[in-house]
């Protein structure tokens, strides 16, 4: 028998513990492809961060350090300068990321740091049960915006790669999505590259991946899929919006 799709290397043989239809766990198989693929496995550090996604330490097989509440970037900065033969990289939520850790992701591209992000931007905090979120659409209903997130009183959704790409610190920016094998394929190639950006020394990478939580969206997970497609794309577009080696990605 031909095997057509093995599971990568650096992803432990485990089951996940996530809500059904949630996407984390194709954002981890991603990351633990790319890592295969680039040969770097024994040279990987990852820094979890909080939420649901916390637990990527149990499913990825690379040593991990865990730095709660958005300070992953500024954690995953100290061990490239301590170790910077390491690949290192930060596993975000948007409530962890965009929120709480929003100087600490600015001032760590401004800065250049070779790490790179992978960023899970579900519009809701996931984990403590749904608020509101810096990504949270207009108009979109929360534990903390039951009549819908209003823009004069809460501000619109905070579009990070867009922000980040403008600085001189960051080689790679991408937003993809992981809502179809197409996308997911689109996706793969982004963190790729994103690693790339680090393991040539050419600055910062970061790939925003839109991903589902069915649970808080109040949605079957195929029906979550398609409002990700429907309302979450429109609001953040997808593709390379910075790649300084000029390959598109
Ligand atoms: C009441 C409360 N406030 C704050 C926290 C800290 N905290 C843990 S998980 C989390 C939200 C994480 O959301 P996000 O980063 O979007 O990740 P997701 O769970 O959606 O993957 C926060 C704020 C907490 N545990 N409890
Ligand atoms: S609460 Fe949302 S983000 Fe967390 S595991 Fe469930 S579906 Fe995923």
Redesign the pocket.
């Known amino acids: 028998m031909v095997e057509v799709t093995a599971r990568p290397r650096s992803l432990v043989d485990v089951p996940l513990h996530y809500c059904p239809g949630c996407t984390?766990g194709i954002i981890h198989r991603l990351v633990a492809e790319a890592i295969d693929s680039l040969g770097i496995r024994e040279r990987t550090i990852g820094v979890a961060s909080?939420?649901?996604?916390v637990f990527i330490y149990n499913y990825l097989d690379v040593d991990f350090q865990q730095a709660p509440?958005g300070r992953a970037p500024a954690v995953a900065t100290g061990i490239k300068r301590v170790l910077p033969d390491r690949v290192v990289f930060t596993y975000?939520?948007?409530?962890?990321l965009a929120s709480i850790g929003a100087a600490e992701i600015l001032h760590a591209a401004a800065r250049g740091e070779r790490i790179t992000v992978i960023f899970?931007n579900?519009a809701?905090?996931?984990?403590?049960g749904g608020q509101m979120?810096p990504t949270t659409l207009s108009g979109m209903k929360t534990t903390t915006t039951p009549f819908g997130r209003e823009i004069r009183q809460a501000g619109g959704a905070l579009r990070v790669v867009e922000l980040l790409a403008g600085m001189d610190g960051v080689a790679y920016a991408a937003r993809e999505a992981v809502t179809s094998p197409a996308r997911i394929h689109r996706a793969r190639r982004a963190v790729e590259a994103a690693f790339r950006a680090q393991i040539e020394d050419r600055g910062l990478g970061i790939v925003e991946l839109l991903s589902t939580?069915p649970v808080n969206w109040k949605l079957p997970p195929v029906e979550a899929v398609a409002w990700c497609e429907a309302n979450m794309i429109p609001a953040f577009p997808l593709g390379v919006l910075k790649d300084t080696t000029g390959s598109g990605g």
């Not at 909080?50 to 996604?53: E, F, I, K, L």
């Not at 975000?92 to 962890?96: L, T």
């Open positions: 984390h909080v939420g649901c996604s509440h975000q939520g948007d409530g962890d899970v579900n809701i905090y996931g984990m403590t979120a939580c």
